[in-house]
């Protein structure tokens, strides 16, 4: 215990000496020698030791929080990279440390760098921080709406950088998710024809990222929400033809790495046309080892009718009306089909990978 607390000293000591550095002036540390990569490795070490959640909500009570910040600002693309790295590990899965970036306003300087950064890997850097800071944040996504972040996330679709891509794809979905009614938003946006675009892209996890987000908007656009893809839905259906005529040429390696792709287009087939899409006719869905799919119970024993009628409670009148209809688990009546986008969703078509920093 001794040691441990012995350890604990000495890296808050560490930690006020880095504070220190951070808050002499920059001609101050020039004129002492120290270069833009003595403070990128500093900031590294800083990293390392705002892992622990204890460390990084002390370091604003040592000072060192505000002169971090400071550093998202300074002329050197690599120190404003590095600082937002460094944010992105404060903040990530820790309350107390979101507030106190939000209150030292943390958030001005990260949404500055990510929509108008010369330096790509800054812009990219300052996307991880912002989905970290805001992730379970409702004060922090209410801000990146007012800040027009959505219009900033539509640019970083249009990027070259696969990886700005991809960052920008998993805040979407994450958002989305959250925020059904954000859907309309991104609509009018154009959001589902650039997502439609980025499915086809050679990286595979931008791939699987734009797939999570158009099944997003389709499952909301199933559920009600005031939400259309603008003409998408053959571009969509020929994407998805496209992806499966890809896996199936696949070597069984290939089909290992691209398990999560052939769940989504699963999905995203089954919630455009209400139907299993052609992988599971060929056997290409749940490859040997693998676990399936959660069963579909959802569209099978609550067709959108019924899904309408259980969340009535309030009208006997209907509730009689339905009575006869089967809600157990079991045979039942096989539900019609038509090629509407439909509720029928399979349950486990909600993939959720939301690990912004990555």
């Known amino acids: 215990m001794e040691a441990m607390q012995a350890q604990s000293v000495d890296v808050i000591k560490r930690m006020k000496e880095i504070t220190l550095v951070m808050q002499t002036p920059q001609q101050v540390l020039e004129a002492q020698g120290v270069t833009s990569a003595d403070i990128e490795d500093m900031l590294d070490e800083l990293q390392e030791h705002v892992e622990s959640i204890d460390m990084a909500n002390d370091l604003h009570s040592i000072g060192g929080l505000v002169p971090l910040l400071g550093y998202l600002k300074n002329s050197d693309a690599g120190i404003r990279a590095k600082a937002a790295e460094v944010v992105a590990t404060i903040v990530q899965n820790n309350p107390r440390s979101q507030q106190l970036v939000m209150e030292s306003n943390g958030l001005e300087p990260l949404l500055s760098n990510f929509t108008s950064d010369p330096d790509v890997t800054v812009r990219t ?24 972040g959505y219009a900033a996330l539509r640019d970083a ?43 086809s892209s050679e990286d595979a996890e931008v791939r699987e990222a734009a797939f999570r987000g158009l099944l997003e908007l389709v499952q909301e656009k199933a559920n009600g929400i005031h939400s259309s893809l603008h003409g998408e839905d053959m571009k969509i259906k020929q994407v998805l033809e496209d992806r499966i005529k890809d896996i199936a040429l696949m070597s069984t390696e290939d089909l290992g790495a691209a398990k999560e792709e052939r769940m989504l287009v699963d999905s995203l087939w089954n919630a455009c046309y209400n139907e299993p899409s052609s992988l599971r006719e060929k056997g290409l869905l749940v490859m040997m080892g693998e676990d399936g799919p959660p069963p579909d119970v959802a569209s099978k024993h609550f067709e959108p009718p019924l899904r309408a009628w259980a969340a009535d409670k309030s009208s006997k009148t209907e509730k009689k009306e339905k009575k006869e209809t089967p809600l157990l688990l079991g045979l039942g009546p096989a539900p019609e089909t038509d090629n509407s986008i439909q509720t029928g969703s399979s349950a486990g078509a909600s993939a959720k990978h939301m690990n912004p920093s990555t």
């Open 125 to 148: 850097k300052a996307l991880g921080a912002i989905s970290s800071l805001i992730r379970h944040n409702k004060p922090g996504i209410a801000a990146f709406r007012l800040a027009n």
């Open 157 to 199: 679709l249009s990027s070259e950088s696969v990886r700005f891509q991809r960052k920008a794809l998993n805040l979407i979905h994450y958002l989305l998710h959250e925020n059904n009614s954000d859907c309309s938003i991104v609509t009018e946006l154009g959001f589902p024809r650039m997502m439609v675009h980025l499915a």
